[in-house]
């Protein structure tokens, strides 16, 4: 015979977190749902299931979602778990997928604990790299003669994200929820007029004294510049809506963070709100779907989901949630001086976490042929290959006399992923002809290369007295 009482889940952890939410003893939680005390210490220990019969208890007596109280039985901490553990550092280690899931469910306060350090891990060895990486960081500082200033807040903000590989589950679960009530610019109007009793105006430059957003909440208005384009118009309505209504998810995500600076939360904290308003209009599940049906074809993707090439292109580089992972791609925002000003790694390309100086990469070329898309396979000096897509973009104008800021993007995977792209037309890397490049010129020991612009770090410049290379700096190939 089948009983309430045949329906049980071990969870501990969670009945312990929320006992404790609720700032009552074990003694007090026996009282509230007439059981002893022990009884309470047995089930926070999984020593006892929770049965159907517990849960429904619980549910009343503390008027909580029943749905909420028994969470997803761990799944996203399995799923995470499974994704950190493929990591090299433990291939040497046979951990059985029941383990894992043993693990996320029946200790999810260990699981936690253990997700918490490695994400310090992650953000304390890309700081690490940068450190002992001079070259690619610049000059010296004072904050630190190798040249590492840890007061950089851009710097930081990118070590941030880095070490989550641009994805934040939390928001685009939040995301998903205010996309299914709103969507496109009329129903993000309606939606702030409905919630938030704001109405949206839209005003000239010249009355918007620089700005292209600014909420007003004294008179309870949302200005924005009547120049904007559509899909920048979307996306500063989704990043309004995500700062109204993603505050705690955002808080969350930026308390997992160890900022050196206020600038450096701030620039965080702002790098999440516009994650989160490409999520609201570019939904997780349904944008991870399209990528893979349209084999990741950006100006297609652009089209269905009325975003612009480069609001496409960083989303892109967001789909690695964990147990949904798809192709992993990194991507860097230069202009025409090579400045970088974004980088975004889910792809463990070095360019993204040490600069993007090779003069031999397209993205520094393809603004000969603006807005035209430009593929190359890439080869650095270590044997890895990436397959990259470059294409200009375009921020600013909207009017005869505005400023327009020309940038170019390049978004790209490691060749084994490159085969799932439409610009490769499924190709094998193998049989393409890749182009040399390095990371920087300093720590490439190509000794052929013509674009060269400084010797190698612990090379000897060769004489120049009997003969002159055809390269700028000759140095011995041992």
């Given at each position: 015979m089948t009983t309430s009482n045949a329906r049980s889940i071990f969870m501990g952890p969670r009945l312990r977190r929320l006992r404790r939410d609720l700032g009552l003893t074990?003694?007090?939680?026996?009282?509230?749902?007439?059981?002893?005390?022990?009884?309470?210490?047995?089930?926070?220990?999984?020593?006892?299931?929770?049965?159907?019969?517990?849960?429904?208890?619980?549910?009343?007596?503390?008027?909580?979602?029943?749905?909420?109280?028994?969470?997803?039985?761990?799944?996203?901490?399995?799923?995470?778990?499974?994704?950190?553990?493929?990591?090299?550092?433990?291939?040497?280690?046979?951990?059985p997928a029941l383990e894992i899931s043993d693990l996320a469910i029946s200790y999810s306060g260990m699981a936690e604990a253990f997700?918490?350090?490695?994400?310090?891990?992650?953000?304390?060895?890309?700081?690490?790299?940068?450190r002992r990486s001079p070259a690619f960081t610049g000059a010296a500082s004072a904050a630190d003669p190798n040249g590492f200033d840890a007061n950089d807040s851009v710097e930081e903000v990118r070590r941030f994200l880095a070490a989550r590989r641009n994805n934040f589950p939390a928001l685009d679960d939040a995301a998903e929820r205010i996309a299914q009530?709103?969507?496109?610019?009329?129903?993000?109007?309606?939606?702030?007029?409905?919630?938030?009793?704001?109405?949206?105006?839209?005003?000239?430059?010249?009355v918007m004294l620089g700005s292209i957003r600014r909420l007003d909440l004294h008179r309870k208005q949302l200005l924005l510049e009547d120049s904007l384009d559509t899909a920048s118009l979307h996306f500063q309505l989704a990043k309004q809506l995500a700062y109204l209504e993603m505050e705690d998810e955002i808080g969350a995500a930026l308390e997992?963070?160890?900022?050196?600076?206020?600038s450096a939360e701030l620039l965080a904290r702002r790098a999440?709100?516009?994650?989160?308003?490409?999520?609201?209009?570019?939904?997780?599940?349904?944008?991870?779907?399209?990528?893979?049906?349209?084999?990741?074809?950006?100006?297609?993707?652009?089209?269905?989901?009325?975003?612009?090439f480069e609001q496409t292109a960083h989303r892109i580089t967001t789909l690695q949630r964990p147990g949904q992972e798809k192709v992993p791609f990194f991507l860097i925002r230069v202009d025409p001086a090579g400045n970088i000003s974004k980088l975004l790694d889910g792809a463990g390309f070095p360019f993204a976490k040490h600069g993007g100086a090779c003069p031999l990469w397209s993205v520094h070329g393809v603004f000969k042929t603006p807005r035209?898309?430009?593929?190359?396979?890439?080869?650095?000096?270590?044997?890895?290959?990436?397959?990259?897509?470059?294409r200009t973009v375009t921020a600013g104008g909207g009017s005869f006399d505005?400023?327009?800021?020309?940038?170019?993007?390049?978004?790209?995977?490691?060749?084994?992923?490159?085969?799932?792209?439409?610009?490769?037309?499924?190709?094998?890397?193998?049989?393409?002809?890749?182009?040399?490049?390095?990371?920087a010129c300093r720590v490439c020991h190509r000794p052929r290369c013509a674009a060269r612009s400084a010797l190698p770090i612990g090379r000897e410049l060769l004489p120049d007295d009997f003969r002159t290379l055809s390269v700028p700096f000759g140095f011995s190939a041992d």
């Open positions: 074990q003694a007090d939680m026996a009282a509230d749902l007439d059981i002893s005390a022990p009884y309470v210490a047995l089930l926070e220990r999984n020593q006892r299931p929770v049965t159907a019969d517990m849960l429904l208890r619980l549910a009343r007596t503390y008027k909580i979602d029943l749905a909420a109280l028994a969470g997803d039985g761990g799944a996203d901490n399995t799923a995470r778990l499974q994704s950190i553990l493929k990591e090299p550092m433990f291939s040497d280690i046979d951990i997700l918490r350090l490695y994400t310090a891990y992650r953000e304390e060895q890309l700081a690490l790299a940068d009530t709103a969507s496109g610019p009329s129903g993000f109007i309606e939606l702030l007029k409905d919630r938030h009793n704001l109405q949206v105006r839209y005003l000239p430059p010249d997992a963070g160890q900022f050196a600076s206020k999440l709100a516009g994650y989160a308003a490409g999520a609201i209009i570019m939904p997780y599940s349904a944008f991870a779907k399209a990528a893979e049906t349209r084999h990741y074809d950006l100006e297609a993707l652009a089209r269905q989901f009325g975003t612009s035209q898309i430009v593929t190359q396979w890439l080869e650095l000096p270590d044997g890895q290959r990436f397959f990259s897509i470059a505005a400023v327009r800021v020309e940038r170019a993007i390049a978004v790209g995977c490691a060749a084994e992923h490159a085969k799932h792209l439409i610009y490769t037309n499924g190709g094998d890397p193998r049989a393409e002809e890749p182009t040399p490049v390095g990371v």
